[in-house]
């Protein structure tokens, strides 16, 4: 893959310029720092972004020089990336399935909090010797609004959760709770609905938690509409009221961090019987497409103007 600098420029105008025979992946970093900008502005709590969304060296040195306090890391080639380009930013591998031996490496390499959602999930940890670190219990709820539910892959109910804190508190390691809304939420009040639930699992389990981690899940302009954060920001904040002593907050966005940031440029190659046949597809840069849906994209012809008409014209 061949990267250059291309200062003042939009995609149109690059790809009418040169008209690329192979895909070209777009980062403008200014609006990575904006965005990043606006987290750490609106949002009350530690702001850490999760790298598997998108782990491009250049990505996530622009978060380091953006001040970015810690990454979300799910494996050790994560860890090992963000050690190698920002070695004091803390990590937190809130992957709930590890291995025994990606457990030796997390604790190698300095992790500060892990979480988990299942009680063997939690013995393989207490074994290996985490003491003194954070144990997040991931927990999960019916709610939508997403375009992708996490829920369906981790997360306890709220009365294994309940039992799962209790277990943490009593081994003597710090208790904290987190969740993860589901990918592209647009639903502010779902962050609302979760921060109720956290009160309600502490309160049951009668452990005074030291953090709540909000996930990610936070929006991108999918639609071609600019996301204002605010609203998330807001219904985290009034939620965390019900909490009788506060714990800290943190969040680890990915693509409502970095998506907005960048564009994918791909070639028509050939229009046939209503099918479009592009030079990417699946097994390349388009490999999210068929389960995340793309609503927005823009049609640029070979002089450099937008196409203009319905999708299926």
């Known amino acids: 893959m061949q990267q250059r600098t291309v200062p003042q420029t939009t995609p149109q105008r690059f790809l009418a310029a040169n008209n690329p025979m192979m895909p070209v992946h ?77 457990i030796a490496f997390g604790i190698a390499a300095g992790v500060a909090s892990w979480s988990v959602d299942d009680a063997g999930e939690l013995a393989k940890l207490i074994a290996a010797g985490v003491a003194n670190n954070e144990i997040a219990v991931r927990f999960k709820l019916p709610v939508g609004g997403a375009a992708y539910n996490f829920g369906a892959k981790f997360g306890a109910d709220e009365p294994d959760a309940v039992d799962l804190l209790q277990q943490v508190a009593a081994a003597g390691l710090t208790p904290a709770l987190t969740f993860h809304v589901g990918t592209q939420c647009r639903d502010a009040q779902a962050y609302a609905t979760y921060v109720r639930a956290a009160v309600r699992i502490a309160q049951q389990a009668g452990v005074a938690i030291a953090r709540l981690n909000v996930g990610g899940g936070f929006p991108s302009a999918r639609d071609g509409a600019p996301v204002d954060m605010q609203p998330f920001f807001d219904a985290i904040d009034g939620a965390m009221g019900a ?71």
């Open 26 to 102: 777009f980062f403008a970093p200014a609006a990575l720092d904006a965005r990043l900008a606006e987290f750490h502005a609106g949002f009350d709590g530690m702001v850490t972004y999760a790298v598997k969304a998108n782990p491009d060296e250049a990505v996530i040195m622009r978060l380091c020089a953006g001040g970015i306090a810690g990454f979300d890391v799910a494996s050790p080639d994560e860890i090992t990336l963000i050690r190698r380009l920002c070695p004091r930013a803390a990590l937190h591998y809130n992957n709930p399935v590890r291995s025994r031996d990606e």
């Open 243 to 313: 909490f009788g002593q506060r714990p800290a907050l943190v969040c680890e966005p990915g693509r409502g961090l970095v998506a907005d940031s960048h564009a994918y440029g791909v070639q028509v190659k050939s229009l046939r019987a209503g099918r479009v046949y592009l030079n990417d597809g699946i097994y390349g840069g388009l490999s999210e497409f068929p389960s995340m849906v793309v609503p927005t994209f823009r049609v640029i012809a070979p002089d450099g103007t937008l196409r203009r008409g319905s999708v299926d014209a």
